[in-house]
């Protein structure tokens, strides 16, 4: 099964390129949200991780809401104003 790790899709989120592995850490210990979206064409990827993951993580990984788009952007710029002013000081 470690072979997935190796297989790579276009991601919808990145516009690029990405492996398995990589979709697996990107939410940091969790994996993407889109996850099983984006990779059940091509093999088993929820038999996968239920397998791979522990319950825990498996229930904190579905249970998971991802934050509003608008909310995201909100806190990427606040986040942006926040460095400019540091580098101003």
Known sequence: MEGYNLLEIRCPKLGGEVTFSYCREEGGRLPCT???TCWYPYFP???YLRN???EE???RFINHTPKDKIVTLVE???EAKKQIGKKKD
């Open 34 to 36: 889109r996850i099983i």
């Open 52 to 54: 791979t993951m522990s």
């Open 76 to 78: 990427l710029i606040e």
């Open 45 to 47: 990827v929820e038999k």
């Open 57 to 59: 993580a498996w229930d």
